[in-house]
Structure formats: structure tokens, C-alpha cells
């Protein structure tokens, strides 16, 4: 495959409470291709959105980074003063769909003056260039240039989130995380949203990573998928080798996708995980799943597993799998 | 309309209409015309006891109005709600405490649904205060474990003395299906019961649902968007769009063989987990979004977005549902040729 | 609410309330008010000075206009403290003659006002007073005789009675040059007795420091003769914590006499009116409709009233007492919370929760009084304690402009007499700072809990 955009070494997040440090990414490495489309996946909790943002280096406070690195384009993001990242970085080359952001555009402003005021903070134009390349862009995600004089209220939530995602693409970025893009839409707009995301990665030779809870989903986008739990990595494949004929790897990432209802298929009975992700200020012993998982055994609970490859580009954490 | 099959009706909507007349300010009361929005726009559909009935739909298609249509938290426009053969459209103060003490709610939000301030107890108690159910507290105390035990939050005890926010998503959703069944209805409307709660244990809260459904013979009105779920759960469905039932059947029956586009639409767009689909633009077969329910298309309301459109479908008068046999019922006057 | 799961409330709020330090130094000053109240028969000079604040011949023996005692330590010249003797050493003189004997260290620059002799006597009694001095003079300065007394109060003044006794022993010293500038000058009885006896005395006395002892000598031939509570009264130049106002009364009294009377104005106008406030707003929000309107129509009438003219030309119509201008001070108060409350509860009316409990089958009154108005308890809280400064201020200022409850002593009608009496001109700073100062503190200190309460428990900022 092509050059590498993004790669994260060893990645740690915590965040420091009263309580003690909440480990919401503990040791996590992967790294992106030009044009890929990685998926995060996992329950609530697991420490999706955590990375989302880790990635951009605005980790919500308390939010710090303990340790590791996060390489865009073979540079270490991690130690650059703040002004740098704003100039070169953030949004520039790497921008973000956040979860529920088509509801936080502000009520009062057009949706012209929002999209304006974000391009204007990074470049210098006129503001009849500026216009125009938003009506481009806005055209781009497939959207009427006459919305830039309506208000949040008068669009329709996909509209509001292909504007989100017009935003997100302005400044050219390389690589786009998109989190949870289309949990608060109906399943027909969802699926026009995702259609075009499809669109703008092949135009714009993006990279995404696409963060959902919703299996069935990133299965529809992702060529690999991350399945994180508790902080770590527990299974990283291609969409062949996760949702393919064998079956995925990791007992935690098939019980979620026993766990994904499916339409087409009449069940009986639909499966489901007992009890809840851990408690990541202290979280168990051994593998951190060993608690919930029907494939538990004595090494589990003792040694935690490390993330190693079972098959050419298919890594897992599980002791299971080593077998 | 007859029943396609037996069993006696709990519940039967007759023509039920809630037009919205959004408020206005004195002034602006001078200016345009008022918008009227017809939420629901006039169905029919019928519960048998002891059936689960899903009402599928996007959002602004009237689902969550029929719900609270049925609740009696608002009141209708015009058209009849029967309750075991009576119709509680027009019933005063007292019957509708009555009638809400047999029919009650589960809601969306098991987070917002629970006051922060109360105890589990206190959630648990305040139905058998409001219907002075007893007095006595070790019979109440009795009622509150059996509730708690009946929806699986074992040891009742241990749960009776914390705050609805020490609890899980899905333990508050038990909690509030044990709210419900403490005043042993006779149905329950559950407002998509499961779409806040992480999809690894949706499937727990289901059973759970279904489980409870089967020991007190109840009959569920639920409300949901996700027809992945409603295959599972349900008996029947109807789909809802723009405040209209399109198609109304058996739940494997319209998902295997949808009649109406807007369904074979809602089902095509449904993911599926399964591997090749990356690259894979997928077709749909409508566009655009659900228009507003203020101002909904003449004829066929579905004509605006529907591939098989003719001109017939927006001149004449809209479709009414029509029995394809075995109890499937559809809107469409096309659905031969499309078929 | 149930009594542990209040006390387990409480207990989380002062968990959080610890963190907030504006919050617990509000309530440190609360408590030390409070603690003031309760205790304020013991810190009281002068008991009665709450009831007799007004009567002039309850204040007599005091000094008038002097500044506070502590005043001394930043000067060299010490000024005498005001003081009373009451401790006396009784002799036997012969028969029917009694002396009391009193001890005074003397130990200042600046001689006092005067002295005092007290007491309470019945018939006729001849007295004599004489100064024992610490250079072994001794200056018999009063010789009187009380006549027919019947148990009453008789006071004697060193100056008015001993003038004469104590210009005779001035002149046996002073050189006979001076002898005419004895009778023009500025000295008088007290200066002679606590200065040295020395010739230039007129040119300016030199204190005589140590250990005074005054005798007084009664006889007691009359039967029905007899003397209590016999006391000499030193009217300082300085007098107690916080000085005397012109009118000779006690300002430290005055103002630890006010405080109970401000905590009062202060918290009963807040709670009633931010009682009726919170149900006004919660009622409103939750019938809505045509009830809002209306009651929303009254609310502005009310919240567009100018509130001190019309306080002002109520009270100088009616001469109010303190409980009528409690119930003004309500009457506008009440809208405080009204805006607020009615769009917090616009918002938990929307919450599910209350359209849980209305599908449950709840009627108004259990949404209203057990869903919705226990989510506003905390605000109540802060919006009576932020009322209170507020209420205190506007008593003060009614009182200020002498239109208060004459019955009672308030910090405002403390700082009106002093204006009145042009204190600030004549630099009488301690009869204005204090009461001035006090109403900015309670009125901080209320809103420091204020601020911290509202902080803690606005539901909004509280995470569910």
C-alpha cells in the first residue's frame, strides 16, 4: 500500500481524577495508510472518543499524555508548542467530525458565517474567495449553495451533518476521524451520509478513521478495523480477516458481533455480553475481558496478553489466540 | 378492519389524528397563516392481548405521538382509542388514572426517565403511593422486591438504596420496567426502550422485556426506528411515514417481503456486518429526507422521494391500506408492478 | 424527604462546601454573628443599650464624642480610659463614720473628663471625698451633704462640686506670677488632681503617674442613713471598644445591639420572599398557558416598581415599625427569584421524568411539590442568602434617611444619628465606620455563602 499518514507508538492517555488516574488508553499503537479507512470500534467507555481527540492533541481535560508518540507524516505531533500545532496541524492536516457536532452549530449564526469564521481563522482570503470555495465545498458534500443564509434550525439533521462534514474538509487535511457520524440519524440518511463519505475519501484521497459502537456499520466503511476494549487494543484486522468466513479472532470481538442484531437473519434468541467494561482506574487483572469472557482460563486472569500478530496484518490480544 | 387473526383486541385506534398548531405570538398571529402540523395524520391499527406491536419509523414519521397519543399525555385531534372495547379519548380525571394504572410507559431515556433525587425505592414506591395501592410498608416493601426481582436486578436489597445514577443504562431501564409492572398492567408502551443503551447488552434488556412479557401475559406497544430489533421482538409491526401507517403485518412477513418502496427503502438501508462492502457505493433506491410533517405532499405522501412514482400517485386521493392476505397490509397502489 | 438520606445530603454538600473558601469564611463571620446574638446579654457593656438606646439619661456618665480606648496605643500621649470603680475598701472612722476608700492607677498623659460619685442613698449623709495622691498630698476636694434621700441614685461631679477645693490646693504651689491665668485657664479639676504639684502649672500640667486613692467619708448619724453600690466613675478621654457618640452612648453596644436586627431583616425578608418567589415562578411555569400570563403580568408590575422611593414615602407616611418595613421589603423582594425559578422549572417540566410520573398517573400537586420543587431547593438557598444583603441594606437606608422603627437600634440609624450630628465633619470616624462597615460585611458574608451554595448546588452545573 502507499505511504503512511498517521502512526501512533505506544500511545497513553489518562485521565487524572480524585480518584486516581483513569487509564483511557494504555499502550496503543497503530498506524494508517494514505486512503485508508481504519474503524474504532467498541462499547461505551472503551476509549474511543478518548483517541479521537488524543489525535488532534486536544485531549479533554483532565485529560494528559503519559507517554508514546503520534507521527503524522513521519513527525512527532506530541512535543510541538501548542501555536505549531494550530498552524500546521490541527485541521490542516488532520480535522475532526465530532460526535454530535451537527447539534452544536450555534443557533444564531448562518450556516455561511459559521463555515466562514472557521476558514477565516486559518487563511487569509478574500471574502468573496472565501464564498466561493465554501459554496464549492458545500457542493462537494452535496448541499444547495443557498443553505449559507439559513439558519441551523431550517436544515434537516443529515443536512446539518453534511455541512459538519464540509467544514471538516475544508483545509485539506489528509486524514479525518470521524466520531459516530451517524448514530443520531435514521438508518436511510445514515446510509447517504455514509455513501457519501465513500465519495469525498476518493476525491479528496483521504484517509478517515471512523469511530463507531455499531459493528454492522464498519463493516459497511472500514477496510481495517481496531476493536478496542478497556483502553487497549484488542484485535486489529482487515475487514476481511474481522467480518470474513473465519470469523474474527478475539472472543470480545466476536461477542460483539453475535451481540450486532441483524435484519436479515430471523434469531431465535439475540446474544448479548454480561456485565459492563471495567473499571479503568483500576481495572482487572490478567487480560482486562477475562471477567466477561466464555473462553476464560488460568492465564488469563494472571498475565495480561500482549497485542501480537496471528496472521500477516492481523494482530490480537488474547492468549486464547496464540494458541 | 377484520382480524386476520384470533385472539381478543386490547387495544384498537380508530382514525387517530394530533394536528400541532405550533404557538405563535400575538403578533405573528397577524401575519401568515398558522402551519398546522399533522403529527399524526390519521390511522388505525389494532393490538391483540398479549401480542408484542412494534411501530417503526424515522423520526417526524408520528411514532413517539402515537406512543404518547395512547398514553394519554396529550390529547388527540379527532379519532377514537379503545381500551378493551372503551374508548378513553373523553374519559375525566379519575378513569384516566384508572386507565393509566393498566397501560403504562417505558421511556427512551432510562437516564432522564428516573428522578435524580430519588432512590430506587423511591422510584419503586411512588406508583403504589399515587394509586394508594396500601398503605402498609412491609406490604409495599413486598411489592417493590417482587418488581425488582421480576425484572432480574438481584438482590432486590442491594439496589433499593441507591441513586438511579450509581445504576448502569440497562439496570435503569429494569428499574423502570419494574415501575411499570408494580401496579400490574395490563400493557405497556415502550418508547424505543433499548436505542440509549451500548448495543452489547441491548439484547440482555430485550429478554429481559420478553421474558416479562411472557410470566404476566402483557402486551407491549414498542416504539423503536430500528427494525433489527423490532424483528426480534416483535409480532406485528406497522411502519409509520409522515404521520400515515404504509404497511402494517407480521414482522419476518414485511421484512422478507416488503410491499410498500418506502420499507423495501428503510430495509435496504440497513447495514449488515458482513465483509466486501467497503468499497461498495450502496444503492439506494429513495433520496432526499423525510419532508415536514407541516407540509406534507398531496396524493401519496411518499410521492416526493418514491422511484416508482407516477403522476397518478400525486393527482389522486392518497392509498388506503389494502390486505394482501394473511393480515399484511400496505399503502401502495402500485405495489403490483413494482412487485 | 427522609431524615438519613437529608443528613447523607448534608453531608455531601459540606464535603464540597470545605473547597470553597469565600463560602466557609461567609460562614465563619455567620457564625461569629450568631454567636454575637446569643451571647449578647454577656458582651454588653451597657445591658439595656438595645431599650434605652434613645434615653439620654441612661448614657449621662459617659464620656462624650471619645474615641476608642485602643486609640491609646498609637499615640504618646496616653489618654485616660473611661472606667468605673466599684471595688471599695470600707473603714470604720469613729462612730457613725464610714470611709470607702477607692484605688485608681493613673498611669496616662491626658487626665480624664471628670470623675463621677455614685451610689444610692437614703437620708441625710454627710460626705467627703478626698484624693490620696501618690506624691503623699492628699486634696480633700467635695464636701457635701445628701439630703432626705429615699433610696435614689446621687451623683456627684468632681468638677462642678470640688472646683473650688481644687483650685485652693493649686495655688499653694503655683508661683504667684501665674496666679491670674489660674482662673482663665483651660485646666480643670481632673487635670489638677492627676498632675504634679508644681509651679508653671498653668503653663502645662505634668502628669503625676501611680497610685490614687480616693476616700470618701460618710456619716451616718441619720438612722435611716445608708449608702450601696458606691462607685466613682473615671469619664475617660477614651472609652471602650469602638467609642461614645456625641449623645455619650456606647457605639460597641449599639452596633452588637443592631446585629440581631439586621440577621432578622436579613433573613426573614429573604426566606418568606424567596419562598413566595419559587412557588410564584413554579406555578407559573408549570400551568403555563393563560395562568403564565397572567401571572407573569403581575410579576413585571411588581419588578418594574422603584423600590427606595416608594419605601421612602411609605415609611415618612406611616412611621413604620420594624415588622411593617419587613413586610414592605417582602412585598418587593418576593420577585427576585420569580424569572429564574420559571425557566429552571420551564426546563425540569420538560425533563421525562415529570412526564414519567404524569404517565404513572401523578396529579399537579405531587409533580409540583414532590418532582420539581425539591430540584430548585438549592437555589433557594442561594437566592436567600444572596437577598439578605439586600434587605439589610435597604433597612439601613430607610433608617439612614430617619425614617425607621424608632423602638429599636439598627446599624442604618446608627449611621444616621452620626451624620446627623455631622460626625464625619468633626472626625468622629468610629461612630461611622463601624456600623457602615458592618452592613458590608453581613452583606459579603451572605454573599460568599451565597456564591459558594449557588456554586455547589445549581443543579445545572451539578453533574446527575
Redesign the interface.
Known amino acids: 500500500m502507499s505511504e503512511t499518514v498517521l502512526q501512533v507508538k505506544n500511545l497513553k492517555l489518562y485521565y487524572h481524577t480524585s480518584k486516581g488516574a483513569v487509564k483511557a488508553l494504555d499502550d496503543v499503537s497503530f498506524d494508517l495508510k494514505a486512503g485508508e479507512t481504519l474503524g474504532l470500534v467498541g462499547e461505551s467507555g472503551c476509549g474511543k472518543t478518548t483517541m479521537g481527540t488524543g489525535l488532534l492533541r486536544m485531549p479533554t481535560p483532565p485529560g494528559r499524555f503519559e507517554g508514546g508518540q503520534i507521527l503524522v507524516e513521519g513527525r512527532d505531533i506530541l512535543p510541538l508548542p501548542e501555536k505549531e500545532i494550530r498552524k500546521d496541524f490541527r485541521w490542516e492536516k488532520v480535522s475532526m467530525v465530532f460526535q454530535g457536532a451537527m447539534n452544536c452549530l450555534t443557533p444564531v449564526y448562518t450556516i455561511g458565517k459559521q463555515m466562514m469564521e472557521t476558514l477565516q481563522e486559518h487563511r487569509s482570503m478574500e471574502k468573496a474567495e472565501a464564498q466561493e470555495l465554501i459554496k464549492e465545498y458545500l457542493s462537494y458534500v452535496g448541499l444547495p449553495a443557498d443553505v449559507t443564509s439559513r439558519y441551523p434550525h431550517e436544515l434537516s439533521g443529515g443536512m446539518k451533518q453534511r455541512v459538519v462534514i464540509a467544514t471538516a474538509l475544508f483545509l485539506k487535511p489528509r486524514l479525518v476521524i470521524l466520531d459516530e457520524p451517524t448514530t443520531a440519524l435514521d438508518v436511510i440518511v445514515q446510509a447517504q451520509i455514509i455513501n457519501l463519505l465513500k465519495k469525498l475519501k476518493k476525491t479528496f484521497d483521504l484517509s478517515f478513521i471512523f469511530i463507531t459502537h455499531d459493528l454492522a456499520l464498519e463493516a459497511e466503511v472500514s477496510d481495517r478495523i481496531c476493536v478496542m476494549y478497556a483502553g487497549k487494543i484488542a484485535e486489529l484486522g482487515t475487514n476481511e480477516q474481522v467480518y470474513g468466513g473465519k470469523g474474527p479472532a478475539h472472543p470480545y470481538t466476536e461477542r460483539l458481533l453475535a451481540a450486532t442484531p441483524r435484519l436479515r437473519r430471523k434469531v431465535e434468541s439475540l446474544s448479548f455480553i454480561p456485565g459492563t467494561p471495567p473499571d479503568l482506574i483500576a481495572p482487572p487483572s490478567g487480560c482486562r475481558f477475562h471477567p466477561r469472557c466464555p473462553r476464560v482460563y488460568e492465564r488469563c486472569r494472571m498475565e495480561e496478553p500482549p497485542v501480537r500478530e496471528i496472521e500477516p496484518g492481523h494482530l490480537a490480544a488474547c492468549w486464547r489466540c496464540f494458541e | 378492519m377484520s382480524n386476520g387473526i384470533d385472539g381478543d383486541v386490547i387495544l384498537r385506534v380508530d382514525d387517530l389524528k394530533k394536528h400541532f398548531t405550533p404557538h405563535q405570538g400575538f403578533l405573528q398571529s397577524f401575519g401568515k397563516v398558522r402551519k398546522v402540523v399533522r403529527a399524526v395524520d390519521g390511522i388505525s391499527f389494532e393490538i391483540r392481548r398479549g401480542e408484542i406491536f412494534g411501530l417503526i419509523g424515522e423520526s417526524g414519521s408520528g411514532k413517539t405521538t402515537t406512543g404518547k397519543l395512547v398514553?394519554k399525555?396529550i390529547d388527540a385531534t379527532s379519532g377514537r382509542i379503545l381500551f378493551n372495547g372503551r374508548d378513553v379519548t373523553s374519559i375525566g380525571h379519575e378513569e384516566?388514572?384508572e386507565y393509566?394504572?393498566q397501560v403504562?410507559?417505558i421511556?427512551?431515556?432510562p437516564?432522564?426517565?428516573?428522578?435524580?433525587?430519588f432512590?430506587i425505592r423511591d422510584v419503586l414506591e411512588?406508583?403504589l403511593e399515587?394509586?394508594r395501592i396500601t398503605a402498609d410498608r412491609k406490604e409495599r416493601e413486598t411489592r417493590i422486591v417482587r418488581a425488582l426481582t421480576e425484572v432480574k436486578l438481584t438482590p432486590p436489597e442491594d439496589f433499593m438504596g441507591r441513586f438511579p445514577?450509581m445504576l448502569s443504562g440497562g439496570q435503569r431501564q429494569r428499574v423502570?420496567t419494574a415501575?411499570t409492572l408494580i401496579?400490574n398492567p395490563a400493557m405497556l408502551v415502550a418508547d424505543e426502550p433499548v436505542s440509549m443503551i451500548d448495543l452489547s447488552t441491548r439484547a440482555e434488556i430485550l429478554h429481559m422485556m420478553k421474558d416479562v412479557q411472557r410470566d404476566l401475559g402483557l402486551t407491549y406497544l414498542y416504539i423503536t426506528h430500528d427494525l433489527s430489533t423490532a424483528r426480534y421482538f416483535t409480532d406485528r409491526i406497522a411502519v409509520m411515514y409522515l404521520g400515515r401507517i404504509v404497511e402494517m403485518g407480521k414482522a419476518d412477513d414485511i421484512i422478507d417481503h416488503p410491499a410498500h418502496p418506502y420499507t423495501r427503502a428503510l430495509i435496504e438501508a440497513v447495514p449488515e456486518p458482513a465483509t466486501g462492502k467497503v468499497d461498495v457505493v450502496k444503492e439506494l433506491p429513495i433520496s432526499g429526507e423525510i419532508p415536514s410533517p407541516s407540509n406534507i405532499p398531496a396524493g401519496c405522501r411518499f410521492h416526493t422521494r418514491c422511484p416508482y412514482m407516477k403522476p397518478e400517485c400525486k393527482e389522486e386521493a392518497e392509498p388506503e391500506l389494502m390486505d394482501l392476505g394473511s393480515g399484511h397490509y400496505h399503502a401502495c397502489r402500485r405495489w403490483k408492478e413494482i412487485g | 424527604m427522609k431524615l438519613e438520606?437529608a443528613a447523607y445530603r448534608l453531608k455531601e454538600f459540606w464535603g464540597e462546601f470545605r473547597k470553597e473558601r469565600n463560602g466557609l469564611v461567609g460562614l465563619g463571620i455567620l457564625i461569629a454573628a450568631v454567636l454575637a446574638v446569643l451571647l449578647e446579654p454577656l458582651i454588653l457593656p451597657f445591658p439595656e443599650a438595645s431599650s434605652r438606646w434613645r434615653d439620654i439619661t441612661y448614657w449621662q456618665d459617659n464620656s462624650k464624642s471619645a474615641p476608642p480606648a485602643w486609640t491609646n496605643l498609637f499615640t504618646a500621649r496616653k489618654s485616660a480610659v473611661a472606667l468605673t470603680l466599684w471595688d471599695s475598701r470600707t473603714e470604720d472612722r469613729g462612730p457613725g463614720e464610714k470611709a470607702y476608700i477607692f484605688s485608681y492607677d493613673y498611669e496616662f498623659s491626658r487626665a480624664p473628663y471628670d470623675l463621677l460619685l455614685r451610689g444610692e442613698g437614703s437620708g441625710t449623709i454627710p460626705l467627703t471625698v478626698t484624693v490620696r495622691r501618690p506624691d503623699s498630698n492628699a486634696v480633700e476636694i467635695i464636701r457635701y451633704v445628701l439630703q432626705d434621700l429615699a433610696g435614689q441614685t446621687f451623683r456627684l461631679s468632681f468638677t462642678n462640686e470640688g472646683k473650688a477645693n481644687a483650685l485652693e490646693f493649686l495655688r499653694k504651689t503655683e508661683r504667684p506670677e501665674n496666679a491670674a491665668q489660674i482662673a482663665t485657664m483651660s485646666y480643670g479639676v481632673p487635670e489638677i488632681l492627676f498632675s504634679r504639684a508644681e509651679p508653671d502649672f498653668v503653663k502645662g500640667p505634668k502628669p503625676l503617674a501611680g497610685r490614687y486613692e480616693i476616700e470618701v467619708t460618710a456619716g451616718f448619724t441619720d438612722p435611716r442613713a445608708s449608702i450601696e453600690h458606691m462607685e466613682i466613675v473615671v469619664v475617660g478621654r477614651v472609652s471602650g471598644i469602638l467609642g461614645t457618640d456625641s449623645m455619650k452612648r456606647d457605639i460597641f453596644s449599639g452596633v452588637v445591639a443592631g446585629m440581631k436586627w439586621a440577621l432578622m431583616i436579613g433573613l426573614l425578608t429573604s426566606i418568606v420572599s424567596v419562598l413566595v418567589g419559587v412557588f410564584y415562578g413554579i406555578t407559573a411555569a408549570y400551568f403555563g398557558g393563560r395562568v403564565d400570563s397572567v401571572m407573569m403580568l403581575i410579576f413585571d408590575y411588581f419588578i418594574s416598581l422603584p423600590v427606595l422611593p416608594i419605601l421612602i414615602v411609605f415609611s415618612a407616611v406611616y412611621k413604620p415599625s420594624i415588622w411593617t418595613i419587613i413586610a414592605a421589603l417582602i412585598l418587593f423582594f418576593w420577585v427576585g427569584p420569580v424569572k429564574t425559578v420559571r425557566s429552571m422549572a420551564l426546563q425540569i417540566k420538560e425533563?421525562?421524568?415529570i412526564?414519567?410520573?404524569?404517565?404513572?398517573?401523578?396529579?399537579h400537586g405531587?409533580i409540583i411539590f414532590?418532582?420539581m420543587a425539591?430540584?430548585l431547593i438549592p437555589y433557594s438557598f442561594a437566592s436567600m442568602a444572596l437577598a439578605v444583603p439586600g434587605a439589610i441594606v435597604y433597612e439601613s437606608s430607610v433608617s439612614l434617611l430617619g425614617l425607621g422603627d424608632a423602638t429599636i437600634v439598627s446599624w442604618g440609624q446608627i449611621l444616621h444619628d452620626a451624620l446627623g450630628s455631622g460626625a464625619v465633619l468633626s472626625g468622629l470616624w468610629w461612630w461611622v465606620v463601624p456600623p457602615g462597615l458592618l452592613i458590608a460585611v453581613m452583606g459579603m458574608t451572605f454573599a460568599f455563602l451565597g456564591f459558594a451554595m449557588d456554586k455547589i448546588l445549581h443543579p445545572k452545573l451539578k453533574t446527575?
Open positions: 398514553m399525555l384516566t388514572k393509566r394504572r403504562q410507559m421511556f427512551q431515556d437516564y432522564a426517565s428516573m428522578n435524580p433525587r432512590k411512588e406508583p399515587i394509586h445514577h423502570a415501575r401496579l | 438520606d425533563e421525562t421524568y412526564e414519567a410520573a404524569k404517565a404513572l398517573g401523578a396529579g405531587r414532590r418532582h425539591p430540584l446527575r
